[in-house]
C-alpha cells in the first residue's frame, strides 16, 4: 500500500521545519512504535489487563547507525475484571532517546537497539525507562522511504509520587508491536571543483 499524498505532504512539512540539521549532515527521521502492552509486575498484573502503547517521535542521526530522538509516549492498561478500577490505568509523557542501528552487509534487515527516558503523568509524576530491540525492513525504493519491523520493548515506570490512597509502587510493562519510519536519506557532498585549465 503506497502512503497517501497528505501523508508524504506532512512529513516533507516537518523536514522542512528542520532543514538546517538535515542540510548540515544529520538525516532526519520520523518514527511510531504502537503495540500491545502486558503488565508483568505485581499488583499490576492483578488489577489490569492487556492495553496498548504508542510512542511517536523525530530523531536525527548524528553519527551512522546512532539516533538521537525526542518522543511522546502513550500507556494504557485495560481494568481487570472483577477487579478494583472501573477505568483503565493511563501514563503520558515525554521523553529524550537514543537507538543505534546496525547495518548489515548483504541483508535488508536492519536490527536496531535503544533506549528512553520520560517525564510521565499517572496519576502522579512518574519516570518511565523504556529499552527495546527490533528489526525493520526498508519498503521497496520505488514506493516510499520507509520501514516496517516487529519490536520488543520494556517498559519501567518508577512510582516516584502519587495522590494520598494511590498506590505508587514500581510497574512493569512489557510491549510487543510494530514499529513505522520514515527515514530521510542524507544530504551528499558537494561535487569537487573541476581542475584549474591547464
Do not use: N
Not at 548524528?62 to 472501573?86: K, N, Q, R
Not at 519498503?139 to 516516584?160: K, S
Amino acid at each position: 500500500m503506497r502512503p497517501s499524498a497528505a501523508f508524504l505532504a506532512a512529513l516533507a512539512a516537518l523536514q522542512g521545519t528542520t532543514g538546517l540539521a538535515v542540510a548540515e549532515g544529520f538525516p532526519l527521521s520520523v518514527r511510531t512504535t504502537p503495540g500491545v502492552s502486558l503488565p508483568l509486575s505485581e499488583p499490576q498484573a492483578s488489577t489490569f489487563g492487556a492495553g496498548f502503547d504508542l510512542q511517536v517521535g523525530a530523531a536525527l542521526e548524528l553519527a551512522p547507525g546512532l539516533d538521537v530522538e525526542a518522543h511522546a509516549t502513550y500507556v494504557l492498561l485495560s481494568p481487570s475484571d472483577p477487579g478494583p478500577y472501573t477505568r483503565p490505568g493511563t501514563a503520558l509523557g515525554l521523553g529524550l532517546g537514543a537507538r543505534y542501528r546496525v547495518v548489515l552487509d548483504g541483508t535488508r534487515a536492519v536490527p536496531w537497539f535503544g533506549a528512553g527516558l520520560d517525564a510521565m503523568d499517572s496519576t502522579g509524576f512518574r519516570l518511565l525507562l523504556t529499552p527495546a530491540v527490533g528489526v525493520q525492513f526498508p519498503l521497496p525504493e520505488d514506493t516510499a522511504p520507509v520501514q516496517l519491523g516487529p519490536f520488543v520493548r520494556y517498559h519501567h515506570l518508577f512510582g516516584l509520587a502519587a495522590p494520598a490512597g494511590y498506590d505508587s509502587r514500581d510497574a512493569s510493562i512489557l510491549s510487543l508491536g510494530l514499529s513505522v519510519e520514515w527515514r530521510d536519506a542524507p544530504t551528499p557532498p558537494p561535487p569537487p571543483p573541476p581542475p584549474p585549465p591547464g
